[in-house]
C-alpha cells in the first residue's frame, strides 16, 4: 500500500521568507510518480510538478523548486521570497506504475502574511 | 479549451433526496475519479474509473454511486443513504494506467453539496 505523510498541518511565514513544505511517502514499488498540488481558496487543485521515480535530479521553476531524495523518501518543496499569492493548500500525491489511482498527503495550509 | 467541467458549482439537497453530480472531460484520459473533501480536510477517494463501464469503490464508496457509460462522463450520485453529505466534491481524470507513464491528474473545480 501506499502512503503520503505531510507532518505540517498549518505554515505561517511573512511575505519575502522562504518557506519548506515537507513530504514523506511509502511505497514498495521501485516505479512509482510524486506530484504537487496548489489549493487556492477557489477549491480547485492546480497542478505544480510531477517527479518520475527513476529521475532524482531537482527542480526549479521560479521561486518554487522542489527537492527529491530516494533515500529519505522525501519529496519536499521550497518556495523562495513567498508572496500573499502564494497562501493555499498544498497537496503531496503518489501513483505507482500500473496503479489504480492517486494517494494524496493531508495536505499544508501556507499562509502568508504582508 | 480541453478540461474537466463539474456541474453545479453549488448544490443544495434537501435530507431523503438523492442528487447527481456530473462531471464531464475532453482529454480523452481513460481514468476517472471522484474525492470529496472536507473543511480542512484531505482528499479522500470515492470511486474510480480506468476505463468505460468499469468502476470500483475507494475508501468511502457507502452512500455514493456512480456510471461510467461513456468516456467522457463519469457522474456521481449521492444517495439518501451517504449519512454526511455535505462537503466539497472533486472530479479528475487521468491518462490511466494502460499508459506507459503515468502523468497528473486534472481537477474540476468542484462542487460544494449541502444538505438543508
Known amino acids: 500500500a501506499q502512503k503520503v505523510t505531510q507532518a505540517q498541518t498549518e505554515i505561517s511565514v511573512v511575505e519575502k521568507e522562504d518557506v519548506t513544505l515537507d513530504c514523506v511517502y511509502e511505497?514498495?514499488?521501485?516505479?512509482?510518480?510524486l506530484f504537487w498540488y496548489k489549493q487556492p481558496p477557489s477549491g480547485e487543485l492546480v497542478f505544480l510538478i510531477r517527479?518520475?521515480?527513476?529521475?532524482?535530479q531537482n527542480e526549479i521553476s521560479g521561486r518554487y523548486s522542489w527537492n527529491f531524495q530516494k533515500s529519505t523518501s522525501s519529496f519536499n518543496f521550497t518556495i523562495t521570497a513567498s508572496q500573499v499569492v502564494d497562501s493555499a493548500v498544498y497537496f503531496c500525491?503518489?501513483?505507482?506504475?500500473?496503479?489504480?489511482?492517486?494517494?494524496f498527503g493531508p495536505g499544508t495550509r501556507l499562509s502568508v502574511l504582508p | 479549451d480541453g478540461g474537466i467541467t463539474q456541474s453545479p458549482k453549488y448544490l443544495f439537497r434537501k435530507e431523503g433526496q438523492n442528487v447527481t453530480l456530473s462531471c464531464e472531460q475532453n482529454?480523452?484520459?481513460?481514468?476517472m475519479y471522484w474525492y470529496r473533501q472536507d473543511p480542512g480536510q484531505g482528499l479522500r477517494l470515492i470511486y474510480y474509473s480506468q476505463i468505460v463501464n468499469d468502476f470500483q469503490k475507494g475508501d468511502i464508496a457507502e452512500g455514493y454511486s456512480v456510471s461510467r457509460e461513456k468516456k467522457e462522463s463519469f457522474p456521481l450520485t449521492v444517495t439518501s443513504a451517504q449519512k454526511n453529505p455535505t462537503a466539497f466534491y472533486l472530479c479528475?481524470?487521468?491518462?490511466?494506467?494502460?499508459?506507459?507513464?503515468?502523468?497528473?491528474?486534472?481537477f474540476g473545480q468542484g462542487t460544494r453539496l449541502t444538505v438543508v
Open positions: 517527479r518520475n521515480s527513476f529521475d532524482e
Open positions: 482529454l480523452n484520459h481513460d481514468a
Open positions: 511505497t514498495r514499488d521501485t516505479t512509482y510518480y
Open positions: 500525491a503518489l501513483s505507482v506504475r500500473y496503479g489504480q489511482n492517486f494517494v
Open positions: 479528475a481524470s487521468s491518462i490511466g494506467q494502460g499508459h506507459p507513464i503515468n502523468t497528473e491528474a486534472f
